[in-house]
């Protein structure tokens, strides 16, 4: 990618050695025959450092194409026109951005914006009858994602969740590993991912714009590995608030979490998020053997392991992966499954609030 985040640039500076090439036990994907036909034009909504990364896999992407940008910044809509060749005509600001409705050359708006702002633009790209893509998380309450859910469905558009991992080869082979039981049943996860960060004007660090602090950054990719590994839905919680190690830096949000999860099946998930080191692993033990990765859950390259022998899996651009599997389900008029819908994103939100509900009064609560 020609564009990486700090956060990109630490994990992937993680990973060196890990990365290196390791006997396959499971043949890499076969590519099929490259698709030619018509794209879904896609407008990105905030042009910060993650939509240059998204803009990066529309350029590899075979069922979508970059066709338009919002922002509230003539800067950039200059070098993003003359780097993307975007016409005029679909460039839009935070002023006219409903005028979209009239633009027939955008089938698709990827909400990219602070988290507080994702609840406006998917209910205003509804609005203008366009099927929405908003990045995780989903919102920064409940009752948000409920009234994003509700929008689109009276507009009739669909609306997807920004889960890349979903179409990432390994973060699929962990799943089938615990969704088929290939080792027994799952009793135990264990899954961090965290960065430290030192920037105070990010906006991630203040929660009028972000929700809340790591949960609701890096800790959302814990939560989710959990989910689709077993399979199920936790039926409780308790959460502890790491200690604050600069209390000039976290003033608004919290600088680390952990959390335990219990699911129906007797499954025990511990995971931690944090803004104070650098850490992205994941490990299930069942009944019959263990399967692991490290890097496993964030921009990769990724590597792991089982009870058999080392996983090899080809890197892949993950956003261009992501937005060919939406784009190809919406260009055939079918519905997206429902495990990247905003459906799993309200799930999602529960369990976070359910979290820091824990962590807030100390006690265990239910999610049932």
């Given at each position: 990618?020609?564009r990486?985040?700090?956060?990109?640039?630490?994990?992937?500076?993680?990973?060196?050695?890990?990365?290196?090439?390791?006997?396959?036990?499971?043949?890499?994907?076969?590519?099929?025959?490259?698709?030619?036909?018509?794209?879904?034009?896609?407008?990105?909504?905030?042009?910060?450092?993650?939509?240059?990364?998204?803009?990066?896999?529309?350029?590899?992407?075979?069922?979508?194409?970059?066709?338009?940008?919002?922002?509230?910044?003539?800067?950039?809509?200059?070098?993003?026109?003359?780097?993307?060749?975007?016409?005029?005509?679909?460039?839009?600001?935070?002023?006219?951005?409903?005028?979209?409705?009239?633009?027939?050359?955008?089938?698709l708006?990827?909400?990219?914006?602070?988290?507080?702002?994702?609840?406006?633009?998917?209910?205003?790209?509804?609005?203008?009858?366009?099927h929405?893509?908003?990045?995780?998380?989903?919102?920064?309450?409940v009752?948000?994602?409920?009234?994003?859910?509700?929008?689109?469905?009276?507009?009739?558009?669909?609306?997807a969740?920004?889960y890349?991992?979903?179409?990432?080869?390994?973060?699929?082979?962990?799943?089938?590993?615990?969704?088929?039981?290939?080792?027994?049943?799952v009793?135990?996860?264990?899954?961090?991912?965290?960065?430290?960060?030192?920037?105070?004007?990010?906006?991630?660090?203040?929660?009028a714009?972000s929700?809340?602090?790591?949960?609701?950054n890096?800790?959302?990719?814990?939560?989710?590995?959990?989910?689709?590994?077993?399979?199920?839905?936790?039926?409780?919680?308790?959460?502890?608030?790491?200690?604050?190690?600069?209390?000039?830096?976290?003033?608004?949000?919290?600088?680390?979490?952990?959390?335990?999860?219990?699911?129906?099946?007797?499954?025990?998930?511990?995971?931690?998020?944090?803004?104070?080191?650098?850490?992205?692993?994941?490990?299930?033990?069942?009944?019959?053997?263990?399967?692991?990765?490290?890097?496993?859950?964030?921009?990769?390259?990724?590597?792991?392991?089982?009870?058999?022998?080392?996983?090899?899996?080809?890197?892949?651009?993950?956003?261009?992966?992501?937005?060919?599997?939406?784009?190809?389900?919406?260009?055939?008029?079918?519905?997206?499954?429902d495990?990247?819908?905003?459906?799993?994103?309200?799930?999602?939100?529960?369990?976070?609030?359910?979290?820091?509900?824990?962590?807030?009064?100390?006690?265990?609560?239910?999610?049932?």
């Amino acid at each position: 990618m020609k564009r990486i985040s700090r956060r990109s640039f630490l994990f992937n500076a993680s990973a060196g050695a890990a990365a290196m090439s390791l006997p396959a036990i499971i043949s890499p994907l076969k590519k099929s025959q490259r698709y030619d036909g018509k794209k879904l034009n896609v407008a990105l909504v905030g042009l910060g450092v993650y939509a240059g990364i998204l803009a990066d896999g529309l350029q590899s992407s075979e069922y979508c194409r970059l066709a338009g940008i919002v922002t509230g910044h003539p800067n950039k809509a200059a070098s993003w026109k003359a780097q993307y060749k975007i016409p005029d005509k679909n460039i839009y600001n935070y002023e006219n951005f409903d005028q979209i409705a009239k633009n027939s050359d955008i089938d698709l708006v990827y909400v990219v914006l602070p988290n507080s702002m994702h609840k406006e633009y998917t209910i205003r790209a509804a609005k203008a009858g366009k099927h929405v893509i908003c990045e995780k998380p989903m919102a920064i309450s409940v009752k948000e994602c409920e009234e994003m859910i509700a929008a689109c469905k009276n507009a009739g558009v669909q609306l997807a969740i920004g889960y890349r991992l979903h179409y990432e080869p390994y973060n699929l082979e962990i799943k089938r590993l615990g969704q088929k039981k290939v080792f027994g049943q799952v009793r135990l996860i264990e899954s961090s991912l965290g960065y430290p960060t030192g920037d105070p004007s990010q906006w991630r660090l203040h929660k009028a714009l972000s929700g809340g602090g790591p949960l609701m950054n890096v800790g959302i990719y814990c939560l989710q590995s959990a989910r689709y590994v077993l399979g199920e839905e936790p039926v409780s919680v308790t959460a502890q608030f790491g200690p604050n190690t600069n209390p000039e830096l976290f003033k608004e949000v919290e600088a680390s979490i952990t959390w335990q999860l219990q699911f129906p099946s007797g499954a025990v998930c511990n995971s931690s998020s944090t803004y104070n080191c650098l850490i992205d692993r994941f490990f299930a033990s069942a009944d019959n053997g263990q399967f692991e990765m490290s890097p496993a859950i964030s921009y990769g390259p990724f590597a792991g392991k089982t009870s058999n022998g080392p996983l090899h899996f080809p890197d892949i651009n993950q956003q261009a992966a992501q937005l060919d599997g939406i784009g190809k389900l919406i260009l055939a008029k079918q519905p997206l499954p429902d495990h990247i819908t905003g459906a799993e994103g309200l799930k999602d939100m529960r369990i976070m609030e359910a979290i820091y509900k824990s962590a807030q009064t100390g006690t265990k609560v239910s999610l049932v």
